[in-house]
């Protein structure tokens, strides 16, 4: 019988230590790496609250305070100021404000945590910064934590303070810009407001002038309070007359003044009546047009003090900062290393890949009876 050849003896060397080589060398390799290469990590947390003005009702003890006090939840701002601490722009300033790349390029760190490159591009730091910083948001209390590791205490501190101090920026701008565009809107509307009014005034003195009218409205009320006033003196003429004519004679020289006055207030009451009927028609439109102005005017008055309140208001308001960023936690400085936590890893790691070889054991031998 010939003897197995070097390769034949290394694959039944490996089939009968495979179990050794999947699960117990990698394990032991990464407990040796963990707990003997591996440079702890420090890990310093902070928390905070972002919330707007005027307040609702509901929520925990400490969205009640902060309810009580005038404000309410941010949830759209805190999920941007989240996501703001994990973006190009965050990494950016802290490079201008810090060492990021020497923080992250400690002597003390181990090769496989530390930062790789002495020059890295943007997309590396900040794929590299993702895996050492987050920053998570709690919808039931409205707290956003905070959480750097870095090789040093201090490291991690500095590093979550200027953090907080970048969200507050960013706050601050939001700030800034929600005041500018109120009272942009405000200033706009008073604008138009004030053209609108300024527009109704041009029409009602177009009016005058075409019309020659300062109020159609006032003339035809005087005009039959001037009929009305001459009809009461007829009346009261043809009353004298008629009691006049009760003692005395027809020929009566004292009836002849009486007889006069009576048929001058009838003549003068005639010519009244026919100089308003024969301009009945156009006094009427005079007035419904002259009308018609007058309400666009008073609806122009009215939005302009509607708008110019609203420009008090706006200007009120961009006195006061409408979005708040309220630290609960400040930034702690750590005095152990929690990371990088060798003893549950290689826990994890130990029976992750027990599982693993169970599996394609059981995958292996099941295709081999089948293949049998």
């Known amino acids: 019988m010939p003897r197995p050849g070097p390769l034949s003896r290394l694959r039944q060397r490996v089939r009968r230590n495979a179990y050794l080589l999947t699960v117990l060398l990698p394990t032991l390799l990464a407990a040796l790496y963990l707990h003997g290469v591996a440079a702890p990590q420090y890990e310093s947390e902070a928390r905070f609250i972002v919330r707007g003005r005027s307040g609702g009702g509901g929520g925990g003890a400490l969205e009640q305070m902060a309810q009580s006090a005038g404000f309410k939840p941010a949830s759209e701002d805190a999920m941007g100021v ?4 994990r973006s190009h722009d965050a990494v950016a300033a802290l490079r201008e404000r810090m060492s990021l790349v020497e923080i992250f390029r400690r002597p003390e760190a181990d090769p496989l945590a530390r930062l790789w490159w002495p020059q890295p591009s943007a997309e590396r730091l900040l794929d590299y910064f993702r895996r050492m910083a987050g920053a998570e ?31 507050e920026q960013l706050v601050n701008q939001l700030n800034q810009r929600l005041q500018e565009d109120s009272l942009r809107v405000a200033r706009d509307e008073v604008a138009r407001a004030e053209q ?56 009566n020289p004292r009836l002849v003044p009486l007889r006069n006055r009576v048929a001058a207030l009838d003549a003068q009451v005639a010519e009244e009546r026919r100089r308003l009927g024969s301009r009945e028609a156009r006094v009427s439109q005079q007035v419904g047009e002259y009308e018609r102005l007058e309400v666009e005017r008073e609806l122009a008055r009215s939005q302009l ?6 420009l008090e208001r706006a200007r009120g308001d961009a006195t006061r900062q409408q979005i708040f960023l309220l630290r609960v936690v400040e930034p702690n400085l750590a005095e152990y290393a929690r990371y990088p936590k060798a003893t549950l890893t290689v826990l994890y790691l130990f029976v992750g890949l027990s ?10 031998a099941g295709m081999r009876e089948h293949a049998s």
């Open 82 to 85: 989240r996501d703001y601490l």
């Open 137 to 167: 948001y709690d919808t039931t209390s409205g707290i956003t934590t905070l959480r750097v590791r870095s090789f040093r205490p201090e490291d991690s501190r500095q590093l979550a303070e200027q953090l907080l101090g970048l969200s």
């Open 196 to 251: 609108r009014l300024a527009a109704a005034q041009l029409a009602i003195a177009g009016f005058r002038e075409r019309e020659r009218a300062v109020d159609p409205t006032r003339s035809a009320a005087l005009a039959l309070e001037n009929i009305g006033r001459l009809e009461g003196a007829l009346a009261q003429a043809r009353a004298e007359l008629a009691e006049a004519l009760r003692f005395a004679r027809e020929d």
């Open 305 to 310: 003090a509607s708008a110019t309140a609203s």
């Open 355 to 364: 599982v693993g070889y169970g599996l394609a054991w059981l995958l292996i």
